[in-house]
């Protein structure tokens, strides 16, 4: 079993449209929980962290946590074009340096 | 800041050469990675370390070696080059790893023939 799941997609959704992107973990003492945005070509950058069950809001993005249903979701309302991009979750197991886990990530895609 | 900088951009390899990856970081940060990516197959860990002077492997290690000297930089050497380790590498770093935020710099693009 992988340690965090994502649907690779794509995900199309329509500009002005939420994307709802999903992320699954496997390991229940997992602590801290990431979104990061890769654009083609690019490198990973962290949008977003959440580290309590409930809803964190930045802007357009909202990361949900459920601990008890070992889930993690990003929303982002108003889809933009330039939102197009590969999202990965990542999930802290642990304090060690090597408890850092990503899933292999969702395409968005935003059609104007 | 200028944040996790690594270089070259790009490197075409012979099968059997060396190279070192460079990578700097200016945020005191104790913590920084090496991953490499696939197409599909997410980050993977090669090595990581914890400060100057301390390193250890992660998921993928064979085929390199990294050293750590100063909070600063923590290079990457590829020996004996081969086709599999075609691949974008990326350097990160971290201040601490209970919250385990992760800056990446903008990656090295390596093919080797």
């Known amino acids: 079993q992988k340690e965090v799941e994502q649907n690779s997609g794509p995900l199309s959704v329509p500009e002005g449209a939420i994307a709802s992107l999903n992320c699954t973990y496997s390991?229940?003492?997992?602590?801290?929980f990431f979104w990061y945005r890769q654009y083609s070509g690019k490198s990973p950058e962290l949008i977003m962290s959440?580290?309590?069950?409930g809803d964190k809001e930045d802007g357009r993005f909202t990361a949900q946590l459920n601990k008890a249903s070992q889930y993690v979701s990003l929303l982002i309302r108003d889809s933009q074009p330039s939102d197009s991009a590969t999202y990965l979750c990542?999930?802290?197991?642990?304090?060690?340096?090597?408890?850092?886990?990503f899933g292999t990530g969702t395409r968005l895609t935003v059609i104007p | 800041n200028a944040g996790v900088t690594q270089t070259p951009k790009f490197r075409i390899l012979k099968i059997g050469q060396s190279m070192t990856l460079q990578c700097t970081q200016d945020?005191?940060?104790?913590?920084m990675y090496w991953y490499r990516q696939d197409p599909g197959m997410g980050l993977k860990l090669i090595y990581y370390?914890?400060?100057?002077?301390?390193?250890d492997k992660g998921e993928v290690p064979n085929g390199y070696n990294v050293s750590r000297s100063t909070t600063e930089d923590f290079p990457l050497r590829l020996e004996l080059a081969a086709p599999s380790q075609t691949s974008v590498y990326f350097c990160?770093?971290?201040?601490?790893?209970?919250?385990?935020?992760?800056?990446f710099g903008p990656g090295t693009r390596l093919t080797v023939t």
């Open positions: 990542a999930v802290n197991k642990g304090t060690g340096a090597n408890n850092l886990f």
């Open positions: 959440i580290y309590s069950n």
């Open positions: 945020m005191n940060h104790n913590y």
């Open positions: 390991d229940r003492v997992s602590q801290s």
């Open positions: 370390s914890v400060g100057a002077g301390i390193t």
């Open positions: 990160a770093s971290s201040y601490d790893t209970n919250r385990h935020e992760q800056y």
